[in-house]
């Protein structure tokens, strides 16, 4: 494994003999995560996918998914996403296109002293028109309070992640390397409910050996938890 992502990150970031665009995008999502259980969770997602910041659209997405909290620092989902791509860019698809989605995840959670670190793979089945394509996402993300009240509570923090998608079915050609997202932001919480977040991602994605886009997107986030147990002891 550690070879493999050595592999990724050296051909990524080194591969100049392609004609890579430079392009410039926005996303705009909303996360939800309702504990419904001492286990289970509802998970959804909406995101409003911007090119030429936001004048185009370049995707559309939403996601509604559960996940299980099989041990405190290991947790698994699954869930659906309906997205809708468009044409964009220096490398456009041809047509406007639907994917519908079916995930499957796992999660380890650790912290180091301030610095909570979160591990994982997420397998997606991209059920296209006249295919189904098969792709495996390896995450890593930490996060940490920079500024907290005299309390103790975070006024800001700082969220750093990285994904590498592996196309994994014949389609791939035993070319599996497809994507790879870095992202960093600084986390606002608005109350105990809802966090905003601001930051940058650098999208890589290799579409063909010769075609490659870097998408330099501006990001906002607003994630929404909350814990339904503690309503229902209440009634």
């Given at each position: ?6 592999v ?28 419904l ?63 519908h ?19 994982g ?18 995450v ?5 309070p ?26 791939a ?6 994507q ?38 501006f990001m ?16």
């Open positions: 494994m550690k070879k493999t992502l050595v990724v990150f050296v051909f990524s970031f080194l591969n100049g003999n392609a004609q890579k665009a430079d392009q410039f995008n926005s996303w705009w999502y909303y996360s939800g995560k309702y504990q259980t001492e286990k289970f969770n509802l998970e959804t997602l909406y995101s409003w996918s911007r090119h030429n910041f936001v004048k185009d659209w370049q995707q559309s997405k939403l996601r509604l998914g559960t996940s299980y909290d099989h041990l405190k620092n290991i947790s698994f989902g699954a869930g659906y996403e309906w997205v809708v791509l468009f044409p964009y860019g220096a490398h456009p698809v041809p047509t406007k296109r639907t994917e989605r079916i995930y499957e995840y796992f999660t380890i959670k650790n912290k180091i002293k301030k610095v909570s670190v979160n591990y793979m997420l397998l997606e089945q991209r059920i296209m028109k006249d295919r189904t394509r098969h792709r495996l996402r390896l890593f993300s930490a996060k940490t920079i500024i907290r009240s005299k309390e103790g509570k975070t006024i800001i923090g700082l969220s750093f992640s990285n994904q590498v998608f592996l196309d994994v079915d014949k389609y050609n035993n070319k599996n390397f497809s790879n997202r870095i992202y960093g932001a600084f986390d606002i919480p608005l109350n105990n409910a809802l966090t905003l977040s601001i930051g940058y991602m650098n999208q890589y994605i290799i579409i063909k050996e010769n075609r490659i886009e870097n998408n330099h997107t906002v986030k607003l994630s929404h938890k909350i814990d339904f147990r503690n309503k229902k002891k209440s009634l």
